[in-house]
Nanobody, 130 residues
Framework: QVQLVESGGGLVQAGDSLRLSCAAS????????MAWFRQVPGKEREFVGG???????????DSVQGRFTISRENAEGTEGTVYLHMKNLKPEDTAVYFC????????????????????WGQGTQVTVNS
């Protein structure tokens, strides 16, 4: 079982940068693709970006392309941490951001459907003022 805890959210101004972190416990993330999703009230949770289990491949949604990047590290003694680096934030980026772990180990593709992710964090709020 994987527990995921996001942190780093907050209130920022348009154009600012922010880095979200997702720390794992209970099981190493090293075999799992990871992703970030976001959700605003009344809307579906949407894929923001993903990183492969080995960190070699990443994928970003069109809406954040060129502004958001995702990375991961597997420091010794930890189960792993995944990051979402956000720059040039816009008011429309305001949402609760969730990290998620793929339900299938060593999946070749970075999938965007939330149904393919088995483990979720509790979310962290990002608010961008204009």
């Amino acid at each position: 079982q994987v527990q995921l805890v996001e942190s780093g959210g907050g209130l920022v101004q348009a154009g600012d940068s922010l880095r979200l972190s997702c720390a794992a416990s209970g099981r190493t993330l090293s075999s799992l693709n990871m992703a970030w999703f976001r959700q605003v009230p009344g809307k579906e949770r949407e894929f923001v970006g993903g990183v492969s289990w080995n960190g070699l491949r990443t994928k970003s949604a069109d809406s954040v392309q060129g502004r958001f990047t995702i990375s991961r590290e597997n420091a010794e003694g930890t189960e792993g941490t995944v990051y979402l680096h956000m720059k040039n934030l816009k008011p429309e980026d305001t949402a609760v951001y969730f990290c998620a772990a793929d339900r299938r180990a060593f999946r070749a593709l970075l999938v965007e459907s939330k149904q393919d992710y088995a483990y979720w964090g509790q979310g962290t709020q990002v608010t961008v003022n204009s």
